[in-house]
T-cell receptor, first 117, second 117 residues
């Protein structure tokens, strides 16, 4: 099946700094790449996603970049705030052998982001 | 509009016992999923369904069964609980069609924390 490697596993930054999390994958058939934020004891929540027909997407302080040739995509958070502290997961859609994914996702292992005031 | 509702929130099972985790959504989503999340790990797909009467295995289906008799409900059954099934279980639903830039827009339930002793 699809494999997703997410780095780093932990990331500690000072408030106001930028944070970057990177994921690499192996299946070139994937065309949808979402990022989820999970606060302690809560459900994952979609924060941004990108499709393979664009290289970058931005939403206020959050951006995602995609390099399909190199098979990696990254989450960028600028001007970090303490409330950004959470676990962040990358994911990508997992097509069946026939190329249909039915929305199935393969998740990375997660990055624990800590933003110090 | 409650979104995705999971019950129970917590459960302790003895080895060999059975139980059903309930999941219901009121958004008329065709696609529904069950994921498990082990401590410090990402989510792994157990089973998924693309509509009433249609289910298929995900990455880690062993020890579980599902059914989808209605669009709204997607219960997950554990027949003979084992310690390896100690995990947090998330149900999710998503769109099956719509604007391509909508993404799959997963809506997660609040999770069921299961401990098998």
């Amino acid at each position: 099946g699809e494999n997703v490697e997410q780095h780093p596993s932990t990331l500690s930054v000072q408030e106001g700094d930028s944070a970057v999390i990177k994921c690499t994958y192996s299946d070139s058939a994937s065309n949808y790449f979402p990022w989820y934020k999970q606060e302690l004891g809560k459900r994952p929540q979609l924060i941004i996603d990108i499709r393979s027909n664009v290289g970058e997407k931005k939403d206020q302080r959050i951006a995602v970049t995609l390099n399909k040739t190199a098979k990696h995509f990254s989450l960028h958070i600028t001007e970090t705030q303490p409330e950004d502290s959470a676990v962040y997961f990358c994911a990508l859609e997992s097509p069946n052998a026939g190329g249909t994914s039915y929305g199935k996702l393969t998740f990375g292992q997660g990055t624990i982001l800590t933003v110090h005031p | 509009n409650a979104g995705v509702t999971q019950t129970p929130k917590f459960r302790i099972l003895k080895i060999g016992q059975s139980m059903t985790l309930q999941c219901a959504q009121d958004m008329n989503h065709n696609y529904m999923y069950w994921y498990r999340q082990d401590p410090g790990m990402g989510l792994k797909l157990i089973y998924y369904s693309v509509g009433a009467g249609i289910t298929d295995k995900g990455e880690v289906p062993n020890g579980y069964n599902v059914s989808r008799s209605t669009t709204e409900d997607f219960p997950l059954r554990l027949e003979l609980a084992a310690p390896s099934q100690t995990s947090v279980y998330f149900c999710a639903s998503s769109y099956s069609s719509g604007p391509r830039d909508r993404g799959y827009g997963y809506t997660f339930g609040s999770g069921t924390r299961l401990t098998v002793v």
